[in-house]
Structure formats: structure tokens, C-alpha cells
């Protein structure tokens, strides 16, 4: 296959990496996947450990791809991401199997089912078969991991201490003149803390790999012990492994933090069979199936509550922490938590199209989306690591001709190597990116990429549809304003009774607010609508007429009440008198106002686009605080509206639910959906707001600031620390601590630095 291919063929997989040595290794490894001619792309992403291949046949090149990544960084390995969910799934099996449900499911089970409860220790191995719908097994397959990890950094903990203690001995057996012991304690101190880099840097030679940290640390170390710095070499050595302890777990952690929170999976479900219940893998839950969820259990797949009532927890979805009540009919989500009573659900999306996979996918993509500013540093590292070591060589070779100094200035090089390796560079921007991706998760923002978290800095509009962004949506009654005698109860009785089977949604508010205030409606003898003006109706109480003023000019009525700014007038009028009229308005949302102002905070300007009619539109917008208003648009008008919008102020952010909003997000810099909104809407859209509220809109412009604030903050003090150790060094200043600090001290920071977004109260 002489080139690559760009057909409809064309597939992608997501596999699972493991064992990369840090982020600037998995950079190589992706340049090599890159360069095989049957693959059209790779794009590996070190902060979730996911490899993305788009090819013709991704499996069947899986054995090739492993041989070209083990020839750039040995020992790692490579699986479909589905193995592990395989593997629980088939421990949830025998789980079962095993125990067969011994256990009733009383009361007190459900409560330690449940995600805010701990396990007892006898129920940890019927975890993944309790039938709960709560990721147990996962939870095992992390505490395995967990362990792991912590042995592997146990055997790297007992090897840095006993190395410290040999590195201690020799500078007091150096202190009290027994040279050659010393040195031969800080020598077996160094084999010790540094055997594994060498012999990896000695494997990554014989594969062409030269500028990597352990060919790098290496040499520096070495030489270090060439020109008999011994203490140096062990103490740097001793420095470094620390740091990349240290920056390890940093980066495990903070990885395990962001995954976790999103990976909301469900392994097994309880499916219900007549008065009988059984567990299944939540794969093979299918559309229809009626599934059980416990009081603490969290709902395992979108769809239907047809039996029981109780509160939802919808925080680790929304990120809103006020319980929802649901009943029989009502909508649930996958990811909430059921916090009360017992229900049942029908399944109406299966496990990879309910609201979990989608947030996971959603998080998982965007990690893999890179943005400008990772790209760049990615192509920079590729040119910073070869011309440093140049200098070092330069360095070594030129001061020491002229000055005959050998010893000064090849140490002064060895400060350069260690110093060359970017891993602070290139892990540091993606952490960071990632970062907020994850702190957006929490509250309910789903970002689709980091390009469209990088896109939000230049945002100079925010462009807003009125109907279900701004507003609820939903027509309410406002107010009833009764006239002639009439009380305002008995103008709404009189409203709602002609009302009773009209499916208008202004004929349904006022319904809805008869219902409310519990008042008894009389069913009309006779009903006459009159198309575009209202209906007239036979009540006890006589001929009654309801409708615009049109209706009641036709009938002759005199209307004495005031033109509204805003909403919409229902008249009415008994026997020919008129009793007054009802005004109905969309609900504008309550956080609209304090929403608004918070982007109008940030020198954004705010415009609304809208088909309502111009009166309407300036009355949300006053209330709300809108800048620019737009009305009585048609869909396709909305569209060059927004290129005006852009033209005076620049990059625009549209926020909208509709699908008649999908050209306007796609043609926008960033587009937002409501969660609430229109599937092409949110498949259009750069973000997702999975709250439907307004106030996450400034909360996704602040996230994205402050992750691209923290990327530059770790790129300027990663390249400011280097070249300043980088002059000291010549300067006869700086020594190889100094540059170890640079190196794996620098790296860690940044990675502390990148992940506190994610512990930010305010965002």
C-alpha cells in the first residue's frame, strides 16, 4: 500500500495503551503510528491512555501497530478498550453464578448499594451480582488497579530510600577521608537508583532512540562519574527519580480523578421478569426491558419511570444538587442517583446510546481533540530537545579549547542534558486542557474538543436563541386582570372551562393554572371555535367568548385594558360584556438576569436572535439585560444575522436548543447547546450544556480561560526556568540539581498546577 487511504471504508477504534514512560514518548509513538501507510490517522492522548486508529481494518493491524510502538518505546502494551469492560462483565458472571442471589434485598442491602454508602467487607465479592445497576465491579477493577500502581511505586519508594541512605553514607565517609569506600557506596547507590534508566536507555539505542530522558539522565550521570563527581551523579540521579516518582502519581491521579467522575457505566442491570428479577451485563439491555432501580442504586440506561415514585439525585449528571421528583411517565437519565423509593423503568436507549456513554464518549473525544497551542508545542519539542543537546555538545567542546577547563565545562554540558528532555512542555498543556474538560464534566458542561475550549478565548458575542435559552420555554398565565365587576378567579374559571379541549399551548396554560389554583370548571353546551380569533362558548352562566381582540371586536365587545410590552392577551367577555383578560408570557429563567450580567462582565457583548415579535423580544431583553436584540427572524435569517453580529464585534458564541438552530451553531466560532434541546442541535454544537440554564454558559467561557491561562502559565515557566538554569550553567552558577528541578521538578508543578482547576469551588 504505497499510500494512505481517504474512502468511506475507513474505520475507527479506540485501544488502550499502557506502560508509556511519559507524555513526550507518547508523542514519538504517535509519530511513528502516523507514518504506517495503512493508517490514515493515530492520535494518542497520555491523559487517558487511549489510542485512536482510523484505518480500513484497525484489527487486523493491531499486531503491527503494537511491533511499530514497542519499537519506539519497549514494553508497552496495546488492547481494544472493550477488553476490560469484557473481563468485568464476565467476573460479574461468575459472581453470580457463584452466589446465585443468596441475599434478599432488604432494605438495608439497599442502602449500602447505594454510590454514597460503603460496602461491607462479606458483600465485596458479590458486588458486581447485587443486580443494583451500580458500577461494582468497576469499582474492583479500580481498586486492582489502584494496588498496582501502588505496588509498583512501593518497589520505586523502597529503592529511592535505600539509594538516599547509600547516597548519605558516602558524603559522611567522604567527609572523614575514606575516599575509595565512599566511592564505592555512592557507586552501588547509583547502580541502584539508576540500573533501570541505563539499561532502557542502552534498549532505546539499539532501536535509534537517542533523545529520550533515560539516554539523556544517563549521560549526564555518567559523565558526571568520568570526571569523578560521584556525589553529583548519585544525588542527581537520586533528584530525579523522586521527581518522577512524584510526578507519576501526579499524573495517575489526576487522570483517575477526571475518568472516574464521567465513567458512570453501569456493568450489570437488574432486569424484571413478572414478580421475578435477574442481573444481565448492561450491554444486553435492550429497548423495552423493564429494569429495577433500588433506593441509592444509579439509574443504569435512559428512560421510562412506568412504576413507583421518588427523588432523583441529577448532580453527577447536571451538576445541580436539587433533588428531582419522578413518577410513573416521567423521563429519567442514566448517571442520576435514585435517593428514596423503588422503581421501575422501561429501557428506551440501550447502554451506547444512554446519557452515560455519551458524557464518556463526550469527555474521551475531547481529550483527544488538540488544540492549537498543543499542537505547536508538540511540533516545538521536536526542535527544542536536539538543539539543546547541540548546545551541550558546543558547550563541552568550544570553552574548554580556548580555556584547557575540560572538567567545568563538560559538567556545565551535563546541566544542559538533563534539562533537554520536554516532558514539562508536552504534558503539561494537554493536562491542562483536560483539566477543564473534566471541571466541566462536574457541572454539567460537556466540552466536544480542547480546540473548542481554546475557541471560547477569542469569544468577543454571545448570541442567544430566546425560546428555551433565555426562556423556559413553556407558556404560563401572568397574570388575570378582571374587569366589570368580575373576580379574577371567575374570569379564570370562565377562560379555562371554554378552554377544556382546545391543545393550543396558550389553551393548555391557562388549564394548567386553573389546575393549580384547584378550580372547578363547567362543561360547555356548545363550542364554537373561530379560527384565528378564539372560541365562543355556551356556559351556565351564558354565551362567553375568549380569544384576541379581533374575537371580541368581531362580537362587538369594547375592551378597555392597556396594550402589553410583553406576552400575550387572552380576552374575555360574558353575555356580551367584558370580564376582563389573561396574560400569558413564556417564563424567562430565573438565573437569566444574573447569567447575562456575568458575561457582559467579561467585555463579552450578549444579543438574542429570535422569530418572536419585536415588542416580546424587548421585553426579555430589558428584563434580562440583553445588549442587542434581533426579532422576527426567519431560521435562514438567523444565520447572516450572525455573520453581522461577528463582523462589528468579532468571534461569536451562539447558544441555542432548537433544531432549526443547528446551521446557526455549526456557522458559529463556538456553538452551545442546550441539553434539553433538539438531538441535531446538540450534535451541531461545540458544547453542551447538560443543565439547560444559562448561568453555565459564563461558568464554560470561565473554565475555558482558566485552562488555557494554566497551559500558558506551565509552557512560560517551564521554557523560563530552563534557559534561566541554562545561563546560570554558563555562568558557572548552576549545578545538576539545579537542572534535575528543571527537568522532573518543573514537570510535576505543572501537573499540580494543570489539575487545580479541577478543585476550584467558583468557576
Known sequence: ??????????????????????????????????AMPEVTEAVLTFATKQLRITAEDPDNLLDKIRAEASAVEPGVEIYPRTRSRKNKTTSAHS???????????????????????????????HDSSCGCGHDHSHAHHHREKASRLSAENKKDLVQILIGAALFISGIILNAVSLVIPADVILLIGYLLLGGRIILTAGKN????????ENFLMSLATIAAICIGDFKEAVGVMLFYR?????????????????????????????????????????????????LQIRPGDRIPLDGTVVEGESRIDTSPVTGEPVPVTVKAGDSVVSGCINTSGLLKMKVEKALDESMVTKILDSVENAAASKPQIERFIARFARVYTPVVVLLAVLTAIVPSLVTGDWNHWIYTAITFLVISCP???????????????????????????????????NVRAVVMDKTGTITQGNFKLQEAVPANGTDADTLLALCASCEQNSTHPIAQSILAAARDKQISLDTPSEVEEIAGHGIRAALP???????????????????????????????????????????????????AADAISA?????????????????????????TGIDEVHARLLPQDKLETLKEIRAAHGAVMFVGDGINDAPVLAGADVGAAMGSGADAA??????????????????????????????????????????????????????????VFADTGVAMICVLNSIRILYRKKL
Open 205 to 212: 539505542l539499539t532501536r535509534g532512540k537517542v533523545f529520550d
Open 541 to 591: 352562566q351564558g354565551e362567553v367568548l375568549c380569544g384576541n381582540r379581533k374575537l371580541m371586536d368581531q362580537f362587538h365587545v369594547p375592551v378597555n385594558a392597556a396594550a402589553l410590552n410583553y406576552g400575550t392577551e387572552v380576552f374575555a367577555a360574558l353575555n356580551g360584556t367584558f370580564i376582563g383578560h389573561l396574560v400569558i408570557a413564556d417564563t424567562i429563567k430565573p438565573e
Open 599 to 623: 458575561i457582559r462582565s467579561k467585555d463579552i457583548v450578549t444579543a438574542m436572535l429570535t422569530g418572536d415579535a419585536q415588542e416580546n423580544a424587548d421585553a426579555v431583553a430589558k428584563a
Open 423 to 457: 516532558c514539562a512542555l508536552v504534558l503539561s498543556v494537554p493536562l491542562a486542557f483536560f483539566s477543564g474538560i473534566g471541571a466541566g464534566s462536574k457541572r454539567g458542561i460537556l466540552f466536544k474538543g480542547g480546540i473548542s475550549l481554546e475557541a471560547m478565548k
Open 1 to 34: 500500500m504505497s499510500q494512505k487511504k481517504d474512502s468511506s471504508a475507513l474505520v475507527k477504534k479506540i485501544y488502550i495503551i499502557e506502560n508509556l514512560d511519559c507524555a513526550n514518548c507518547a508523542a514519538a509513538v504517535e509519530r511513528r503510528l502516523n
Open 242 to 290: 523522586v521527581g518522577e516518582l512524584f510526578e507519576e502519581i501526579a499524573v495517575e491521579r489526576s487522570r483517575s480523578q477526571i475518568m472516574d467522575a464521567v465513567d458512570m457505566r453501569p456493568e450489570v442491570v437488574t432486569k424484571v421478569h413478572g414478580s421475578h428479577t435477574h442481573v444481565i451485563p448492561a450491554e444486553d439491555a435492550e429497548i423495552g426491558d423493564i
Open 682 to 739: 446538540i450534535e451541531a454544537a461545540d458544547v453542551v450544556f447538560m443543565t439547560s440554564q444559562l448561568d453555565a454558559v459564563p461558568k464554560a467561557l470561565e473554565i475555558a480561560h482558566t485552562s488555557l491561562r494554566i497551559a500558558r502559565q506551565n509552557v512560560v515557566f517551564a521554557l523560563v526556568i530552563k534557559a534561566l538554569v541554562m545561563v546560570l550553567g554558563l555562568a558557572g552558577f548552576a549545578n545538576m540539581w539545579m537542572a
Open 95 to 125: 459472581a453470580e453464578a457463584s452466589h446465585e442471589h443468596e441475599h434478599t434485598h432488604e432494605h438495608h442491602h439497599e442502602s449500602s448499594c447505594g454510590c454514597s454508602h460503603e460496602h461491607d467487607h462479606e458483600q465485596e465479592n
